[in-house]
């Protein structure tokens, strides 16, 4: 059966190289599942789990935003974060979530709310996903 070759890269460096059967992810217009001939395309991701299947196996990461790019045979998910459910910190999420949630609550003039918005975003995230 034809695979995938799949590789997620942060600024920080290659998160994983591998071959799988399909990539789920949801891109900012929707969900999308590319597997092995899918036309050639370029995507934004929104704040969102990616999901690698292997034979009866799956892959999930957290990622934050960033490009799918998917060429003959090649997928390539450019993150600027992508974790797996193992390298979560539960609590530093959790810490992440109230400090936006009460910076979103606030009246303060001076709180950027499309930024703490997204920080909660990554924080629900990745609290879904360490789950
Ligand atoms: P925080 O406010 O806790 O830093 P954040 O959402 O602002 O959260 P990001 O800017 O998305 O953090 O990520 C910065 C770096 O920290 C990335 O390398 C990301 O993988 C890592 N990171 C952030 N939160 C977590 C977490 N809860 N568990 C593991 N790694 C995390």
Redesign the pocket.
Known sequence: MKTLDVSVV???GPVLEDQFDMVSCKAENGELGVLPGHIPMVAPLSISSVRLKQDDDSVKLAV?GGFLEVRPDKVTILA????NPA???????E??KK?AEQRLESQQENVDFQRAQL?LK??IN?LDI?Q
Do not use: C, L
């Open positions: 942060t600024p920080d934050n600027q974060s992508a974790e390298e979560i910190d539960v609590q530093r999420a810490e992440a400090r920080a990554r924080a990745r360490a």
